[in-house]
């Protein structure tokens, strides 16, 4: 039988039918390759947003940044663990010193990091889910004296660095517990016998404001650093909202006497009366106490005298000083005593100074307050309390309601 012949019009068909599949799937391709190349172009620009981090899986971990605070709890963990192991070397003296570190440590805790304490208190009471016995000694081994000390000083000058950032009220917290903290730091050693040398090697906030005034020293440092000469030389402008007028009965309750220019005058005054109270005891005394009196007061005047020069050159503001200043009614009895009673004072006056500043002179100003400390707790043998968060009164060595002493 013959074939019979293809039929042209049939092959046409099927050709163009596989044609037209072999385009479509090319553009099928292509469009995929396309889109794909969109969506990675996209992924790509877009993948460090959050949305696509969420997508992706690669959301950083967010870290907070460490507080100076943070390190509060950690001390007070510390020196409770020591005083239920106490070293074999650790003496009554010593003891004394750490609870007494025990009991500050827990003020700066609440006063600071408010809900702190009483949470660590309920996780480590009987009835809590936690087990409260303490971790063996050999696990968690107490810091020695020394190591305490130097971390208690670096915790309380890194609260002081914080400070200088922080708003008026919270430098004002973080300021006065750092400077209770390195001088309790300052005690703990000392209570172990150790060096003066040892001491001045703790970790001390005056290291910026020392490295900035190193090269302008000429002169030796008179008794308390609050007033180096070269530190005076170099005093930073301050911000004054207003120069008060100086009265003897203004106080931190007055409406009038509120302010950075207050501040300030408050410690111009306090400075001036304790340098009058001063000269007076060097006169009521005799020998080596008449020429430390007279000493300190010299320091204290030429502090106030420089400040005051200060603000009446940048400010214009009156000369500060009283016309006459009184004496406590015990400064006949005791002049060393009545002088030395503002010391702490006119510290806490710096403090709050500082707190109402910012860049330069806020450090200055707390520099000023922890030196002022210092010598306070020297010359009176008390530290000086600074958890008192309000600002402090005006009022310093004399007592308004005392007599003019001669």
């Given at each position: 039988?013959?074939?019979?012949?293809?039929?042209?019009?049939?092959t046409d068909s099927t050709g163009r039918r596989a044609q037209f599949a072999r385009?479509?799937?090319?553009?099928?391709?292509?469009?995929?390759?396309?889109?794909?190349?969109?969506?990675?172009?996209?992924?790509?620009?877009?993948?460090?947003?959050?949305?696509?981090?969420?997508?992706?899986?690669?959301?950083?971990?967010?870290?907070?940044?460490?507080?100076?605070?943070?390190?509060?709890?950690?001390?007070?963990?510390?020196?409770?663990?020591?005083?239920?192991?106490?070293?074999?070397?650790?003496?009554?003296?010593?003891?004394?010193?750490?609870?007494?570190?025990?009991?500050?440590?827990?003020?700066?805790?609440?006063?600071?990091?408010?809900?702190?304490?009483?949470?660590?208190?309920?996780?480590?009471?009987?009835?809590?889910?936690?087990?409260?016995?303490?971790?063996?000694?050999?696990?968690?081994?107490?810091?020695?004296?020394?190591?305490?000390?130097?971390?208690?000083?670096?915790?309380?000058?890194?609260?002081?660095?914080?400070?200088?950032?922080?708003?008026?009220?919270?430098?004002?917290?973080?300021?006065?517990?750092?400077?209770?903290?390195?001088?309790?730091?300052?005690?703990?050693?000392?209570?172990?016998?150790?060096?003066?040398?040892?001491?001045?090697?703790?970790?001390?906030?005056?290291?910026?404001?020392?490295?900035?005034?190193?090269?302008?020293?000429?002169?030796?440092?008179?008794?308390?650093?609050?007033?180096?000469?070269?530190?005076?030389?170099?005093?930073?402008?301050?911000?004054?909202?207003?120069?008060?007028?100086?009265?003897?009965?203004?106080?931190?309750?007055?409406?009038?006497?509120?302010?950075?220019?207050?501040?300030?005058?408050?410690?111009?005054?306090?400075?001036?009366?304790?340098?009058?109270?001063?000269?007076?005891?060097?006169?009521?005394?005799?020998?080596?106490?008449?020429?430390?009196?007279?000493?300190?007061?010299?320091?204290?005047?030429?502090?106030?005298?420089?400040?005051?020069?200060?603000?009446?050159?940048?400010?214009?503001?009156?000369?500060?000083?009283?016309?006459?200043?009184?004496?406590?009614?015990?400064?006949?009895?005791?002049?060393?005593?009545?002088?030395?009673?503002?010391?702490?004072?006119?510290?806490?006056?710096?403090?709050?100074?500082?707190?109402?500043?910012?860049?330069?002179?806020?450090?200055?100003?707390?520099?000023?307050?922890?030196?002022?400390?210092?010598?306070?707790?020297?010359?009176?043998?008390?530290?000086?309390?600074?958890?008192?968060?309000?600002?402090?009164?005006?009022?310093?060595?004399?007592?308004?309601s005392g007599t003019p002493a001669g």
């Amino acid at each position: 039988m013959d074939k019979q012949p293809r039929n042209p019009k049939s092959t046409d068909s099927t050709g163009r039918r596989a044609q037209f599949a072999r385009r479509r799937l090319t553009v099928l391709v292509v469009g995929v390759l396309v889109a794909g190349a969109t969506l990675g172009t996209g992924i790509f620009m877009n993948r460090e947003t959050p949305t696509w981090q969420r997508i992706l899986g690669t959301e950083p971990v967010v870290i907070p940044e460490p507080k100076a605070t943070d390190e509060l709890p950690l001390m007070l963990a510390s020196v409770t663990q020591m005083l239920r192991f106490p070293d074999a070397s650790t003496g009554a003296k010593t003891t004394t010193a750490l609870a007494a570190t025990q009991a500050m440590l827990r003020e700066h805790v609440e006063l600071l990091t408010p809900g702190t304490l009483a949470a660590l208190e309920t996780a480590q009471s009987p009835g809590s889910d936690q087990d409260s016995e303490p971790a063996p000694v050999a696990a968690i081994p107490p810091l020695s004296v020394s190591e305490f000390s130097t971390e208690l000083a670096q915790t309380g000058s890194g609260l002081l660095t914080a400070a200088l950032s922080a708003q008026e009220q919270e430098a004002r917290r973080l300021s006065g517990s750092g400077i209770e903290l390195v001088l309790q730091a300052r005690t703990v050693l000392a209570a172990s016998g150790a060096s003066d040398a040892t001491l001045n090697a703790l970790p001390s906030p005056l290291t910026e404001l020392e490295a900035s005034t190193e090269a302008a020293a000429s002169t030796t440092a008179k008794q308390g650093p609050t007033v180096d000469r070269a530190a005076l030389a170099s005093m930073p402008a301050f911000v004054v909202d207003a120069c008060p007028p100086l009265t003897t009965t203004a106080t931190t309750t007055d409406t009038a006497a509120s302010g950075s220019g207050a501040e300030l005058v408050g410690i111009v005054d306090a400075a001036y009366r304790m340098g009058y109270a001063y000269n007076v005891a060097g006169a009521r005394t005799g020998g080596e106490l008449r020429s430390t009196a007279w000493e300190r007061s010299e320091v204290l005047v030429d502090f106030a005298s420089a400040l005051e020069t200060k603000l009446n050159a940048d400010h214009d503001c009156a000369p500060l000083r009283q016309a006459a200043y009184q004496l406590p009614k015990d400064a006949v009895k005791n002049p060393m005593d009545a002088a030395r009673s503002g010391e702490g004072q006119l510290a806490l006056l710096l403090r709050d100074g500082a707190a109402g500043q910012s860049g330069e002179a806020r450090m200055y100003l707390l520099s000023a307050a922890y030196s002022q400390a210092l010598a306070a707790r020297q010359l009176s043998g008390q530290t000086v309390d600074f958890t008192a968060v309000e600002p402090a009164t005006a009022e310093t060595a004399a007592d308004t309601s005392g007599t003019p002493a001669g």
